[in-house]
T-cell receptor
Framework: EAQVTQNPRYLITVTGKKLTVTCSQNMNHEYMSWYRQDPGLGLRQIYYSMNVEVTDKGDVPEGYKVSRKEKRNFPLILESPSPNQTSLYFC?????????????FGPGTRLTVT | AQKVTQAQTEISVVEKEDVTLDCVYETRDTTYYLFWYKQPPSGELVFLIRRNSFDEQNEISGRYSWNFQKSTSSFNFTITASQVVDSAVYFCALSEAYKAAGNKLTFGGGTRVLVKP
């Protein structure tokens, strides 16, 4: 089944404790990205990747890191989480980077930083 | 810069009523794509429709219909004869075709629809 998976689905952590949210797709998609969802703000892009070893900042990259060593995986790293990073996170992928391609979203990761 | 505005934050209707969700967008590009996503209480994002900027035909899919008007930069969504299962948050989104950010989606703030039995 074609899908985007994220782990963990739920995470409660404390300020400053490094964490990684994994994202994997099995559709051989070139483009992957991370979004965060906050009430009233919709979803905002954190980072994106056009292909392996090609990543760049989105609209709200502060406090996050990413890497793309393999085509299928695109982990999101919070080196020192803070309470303002409490949010719902979505990973997404599309076949190509172009604007017309449908994006497939993962199920979301709800992160709480205390 | 691109922007999507969903002025209605929450709409409450009684089952079988029609409900229209407004979406207004801003972009300088002539080629772009518009999307609607549904987010049910379970939290996942469900793709509903994609429209490119050159196709202004309205679309109907079952109880769902979309009205795209380039002249007013709007892409409105109507649910006809609403059902309780339509209760969700609905997002309108915009993607510009040739930006360096590739396939970035710019989302509106979302409209929460509550359908009461």
């Amino acid at each position: 089944e074609a899908q985007v998976t994220q782990n963990p689905r739920y995470l409660i952590t404390v300020t400053g404790k490094k964490l990684t949210v994994t994202c994997s797709q099995n559709m051989n998609h070139e483009y992957m990205s991370w979004y965060r969802q906050d009430p009233g703000l919709g979803l905002r892009q954190i980072y994106y990747s056009m292909n392996v070893e090609v990543t760049d900042k989105g609209d709200v990259p502060e406090g996050y890191k990413v890497s793309r060593k393999e085509k299928r995986n695109f982990p999101l790293i919070l080196e020192s989480p803070s309470p303002n990073q409490t949010s719902l996170y979505f990973c997404a992928s599309s076949l190509r980077p172009g604007g017309g391609y449908e994006q497939y979203f993962g199920p979301g990761t709800r992160l709480t930083v205390t | 810069a691109q922007k999507v505005t969903q002025a209605q934050t929450e709409i409450s209707v009684v089952e079988k009523e029609d409900v229209t969700l407004d979406c207004v967008y801003e972009t300088r590009d002539t080629t772009y794509y518009l999307f609607w996503y549904k987010q049910p209480p379970s939290g996942e994002l469900v793709f509903l429709i994609r429209r490119n900027s050159f196709d202004e035909q309205n679309e109907i899919s079952g109880r769902y219909s979309w009205n795209f008007q380039k002249s007013t930069s709007s892409f409105n969504f109507t649910i006809t004869a609403s059902q309780v299962v339509d209760s969700a948050v609905y997002f309108c989104a915009l993607s510009e075709a040739y930006k360096a950010a590739g396939n970035k989606l710019t989302f509106g703030g979302g409209t929460r629809v509550l359908v009461k039995p």
